[in-house]
Structures are given as C-alpha cells and as structure tokens.
C-alpha cells in the first residue's frame, strides 16, 4: 500500500490505512501521524512515491517529502536487519529471567 504520494505537484500521506482514498497534505504532518506511518512501515507492505524535486512545486512540501523518503526508505532498506536485533535482545533479556 503506498503511504506517501506526489501529485498535482504537491506531497500527501496517508492518514489512515482504513480510508485509503483520503489523503492529507504534508504540510498538516503532525508528530502522531509520524508514529503512526512508522507503526504502518514496521508491520505492513509499505511504499511510496520516489522523491523528485521537479515533480513537487511546493518547497515546504519539497523538503518535508525529502526528509520523510530518506528516512523511511533507509528504515526499509534496514527493517530486516533492525527487526532481528530488537528479536536478539529480548531473546537475551528473556533468558536472564528463566
């Protein structure tokens, strides 16, 4: 499902995955609509449109969108990597107590 679109030269995310035809511009980003699209790209198919200067008019929508791909798609990229950690250290955690 994708999560974060450029269109008609402007950024959007999608607010909640249970409505996935109302979208909310980037400039009404607020810290719960953070956490809840890292909550959406930890547990499902999360994607997004490529960043791309040219194709976002609006320079506040530019770099919120830019900042927001960078770092979700570094996330993804390392989401394997960083789910097996937080596994191996409540595995270890775990341990102790048993």
Not at 65 to 75: A, S
């Amino acid at each position: 499902m994708i999560y974060l679109k450029i269109e008609d030269n402007r950024g959007f995310f999608l607010k909640d995955k249970n409505s996935p035809e109302d979208w909310t511009e980037l400039d009404k980003i607020e810290k719960d609509d953070l956490m809840k699209l890292l909550d959406y790209a930890t547990e499902e198919e999360f994607d997004m449109d490529e960043y791309n200067e040219e194709t976002l008019g609006n320079k506040a929508h530019q770099i919120i969108y830019k900042n927001l791909y960078e770092k979700f798609h570094n996330f993804l990229s390392n989401k394997n990597r960083f789910k097996d950690e937080t596994d191996n250290i409540f595995k270890e955690e775990l341990e102790k107590y048993q």
